[in-house]
Structure formats: structure tokens, C-alpha cells
């Protein structure tokens, strides 16, 4: 079975350097990979005229994944299974073990999610209404299932030590990431994330305006909260222990109304930071939407734990046009191995 990746436009505001930077680079030894097991026959990426198939990526042998380690969330929608989700599915899930994924959407017997069904990744029906137009309840819906599916996991034998969330336009940099949390003691109370962007701009912190019920909280420590793009962040186990009552399932919808949040993800930091009292931490590796990718240069590419779609800057491009993403490209950057970078 074929499916066609559809050329994506790029937004208006995206800057033209973007969109085919060459700059001289260093060589980089990086991993061979090696086909999986489990890879499903006959489904493909279509890119223009190339046809780029499923291929597991060999870890360095000096990085240790350990899939009780990491748990991973990623959300998204039927209308993005062709395009985003396919290809997050055929470049970094590849390098993680299936058993970490849990990806949470609306019911959908696409190619794609056939396919993730087929190589042991957990796909999760979120249970909730469609969520083209981002209404606030139904996203919150679905952050709590999310939550939900987490808890369910731990219960029944889960050791995972950190709650990582990804949204379908970030890449998870798998080697970037595991260093990163391993800076981190697992066992503190541990919020890991980037600063919304208008608390960058103003350098105001706190955004009580976007969930003023928060003062509706007797035992919230702060009158007002931090809270962190919602597109990726990690939180320690135990702080997803105290946080489930606010957020697993039902409740997450609960919590969205009492503290009138403006956007879903907000909820999280309205409970970490304003009612629980823990403050969100910056790592330099998280990079997102609000990073300068022009100020990147390729070491600080290949540290990152996550970067975000079509705002990296690849040294070396791929796929020209049909790449407006950049993500095959930054994941060739990173495993150039990888078979079908050739093609590229």
C-alpha cells in the first residue's frame, strides 16, 4: 500500500531562510541502522516521485534507551495522519521502541495508523469530538485522556520515570532527549518545558488572564502561574502522581472549567506552578516553534531533544520543496545511514 505525503504550503510568516539554507558543515559519524522486525510490508512515504520505505534506526551503542524510562504522548487528528503523523512514523518513532509511544486520536482505519497498529505502537482513541476547530473543552478532553492513558499504563506495571508529551509538529530528537532527562533526578517533583511566548515577549512570567479561575483554588500556592508551550514538555513521575487528580481524564475537563483557561495546555501550568507551587525549568535542548533556528548551528541541531516542523534550519536539505517541513531532512541529518536519505 501506497500513501502520497501532500506538498505543505508554508505559513506566510515563515522566513524565506528556511526554506533552503546551504551552509559548509563538519562531518559527522553517526549510527548504521538496520531494518526492524516489525516493519509493515508495502507501506511507504511518497515524496514527489520517491517512494522512501520504513526503516529502523540502531541506537549509538554509548546512548542507553531504556524503554522504562520514557513514556511518550503524541496527539493528533485524522486530518494530520497522512502528513504530520506519517512523517513522525517514518522517522523518529523509528528509533524508539513501541512499547514507549501512546498516540492519541480520534478513531480513523487509515493507512497510517494501520500501520503503527501493525509495528506494536499504541494508538488510543481519544473518546472525544472532533477537534478540527481547537474548542477548548474538546481539547481539554482530550489532554485528559492523555493523562488518563498514562495512569492506566503505570497501574498495570508501567516503571516509567518521566511523562513526556509531544504534539504532531515536533520531532523527538530520542538521543537529544534521553541526555537531556538524564540531568534531571526522576525521583524530585520535576516540570520540564519552554516559556509560552508572550511571557518571552513582555518578560512577564505570569499570565493569570488566560485561567483566572485559578483563584477559585483555595489551596493554590501562587495567585497567578508559568506554563509552558504546550507542544512538548516531561514531567517527573512523582509530580504526575500529585498532579492526577487535577488531570487524568474526566477531571482534566473539570479543571479546564473551573479555571477558565483560554487553550487546553495552559492547564498544566495553572496546576504545576499556580495551585501545586512548582516551577517550570528551561532546558536549552527543548526547542520549539519560539526558538531562532538561525542562530542554531548543526551540534546544537543534533543535541536537541525536540524541534519543531518547518521551522528548522537543515544544513543540508533533502527532497527540496516536497521537505517544506524539514524533518526528513533533519532526520537524515541525524541518521544519514538511513537508506532512503540517499535519495534525497
Given amino acids: 500500500k501506497q500513501v502520497t505525503l501532500p506538498v505543505i504550503q508554508p505559513s506566510p510568516n515563515t522566513p524565506q531562510s528556511h526554506l533552503g539554507l546551504t551552509v559548509p558543515t563538519k562531518q559527522v559519524t553517526l549510527p548504521v541502522t538496520q531494518p526492524s522486525p516489525a516493519t509493515p510490508p508495502n507501506l511507504y512515504l511518497s515524496v514527489s516521485d520517491k517512494r522512501l520505505p520504513l526503516e529502523h534506526v540502531k541506537l549509538p551503542a554509548d546512548v542507553m534507551i531504556n524503554a522504562s524510562d520514557i513514556y511518550i504522548s503524541v496527539l493528533t487528528m485524522p486530518r494530520n495522519h497522512p502528513t504530520r503523523f506519517a512523517t513522525h512514523l517514518f522517522t523518529w518513532m523509528q528509533t524508539v521502541n513501541p512499547d514507549q509511544v501512546r498516540i492519541i486520536t480520534e478513531e480513523s482505519d487509515d493507512e497510517m495508523i494501520k500501520g503503527a497498529k501493525q509495528m506494536g505502537y499504541h494508538v488510543v482513541p481519544s473518546g472525544c469530538s472532533d477537534t478540527g476547530n481547537h474548542n477548548v473543552y474538546v481539547m481539554c478532553c482530550k489532554s485528559g485522556r492523555q493523562f488518563e492513558e498514562y495512569y492506566r499504563v503505570q497501574r498495570d506495571g508501567g516503571k516509567y520515570k ?14 537529544g532527549l534521553t541526555k537531556m532527562l538524564q540531568l534531571y533526578n526522576p525521583k524530585e517533583k520535576v516540570y520540564l518545558g519552554q ?42 513521575d512523582p509530580l504526575m502522581k500529585e498532579v492526577e487528580k487535577y488531570l487524568s481524564g474526566n477531571a482534566y475537563v ?81 541518521y544519514p545511514d538511513v537508506s532512503w536519505c540517499a535519495m534525497g
Avoid at 518521566?162 to 538521543?175: R, T
Avoid at 532546558?283 to 548551528?297: A, H, I, K, S, V
Wanted: with cysteine; net charge negative.
Fill in 162 to 175: 518521566w511523562y513526556c508529551h509531544a504534539d504532531d509538529d515536533i520531532y523527538v530528537n530520542i538521543v
Fill in 195 to 236: 516559556w509560552y511566548l508572550l511571557q518571552r515577549i513582555f518578560s512577564a512570567p505570569r499570565v493569570l488572564h488566560l485561567a483566572p479561575g485559578l483563584l477559585t483554588f483555595p489551596e493554590r500556592k501562587h495567585d497567578d502561574f508559568i506554563y509552558s508551550s504546550g507542544n512538548t514538555y516531561c514531567i517527573s
Fill in 254 to 334: 473539570e479543571t479546564c472549567k473551573k479555571a477558565q483557561v483560554e487553550m487546553d495546555d495552559v492547564l498544566v501550568g495553572v496546576v504545576i506552578d499556580g495551585i501545586l507551587g512548582y516551577h517550570l525549568i528551561e532546558p536549552r535542548n527543548f526547542r520549539t516553534e519560539l526558538d531562532d533556528y538561525g542562530q542554531l548551528n548543526e551540534k546544537d541541531l543534533m543535541e536537541a531533544a525536540t524541534v519543531s516542523l518547518g521551522r528548522v534550519i537543515v544544513p543540508r536539505t533533502k527532497f527540496g520543496a516536497n521537505d517544506v517541513t524539514r524533518l526528513l531532512s533533519y532526520h537524515c541529518l541525524i
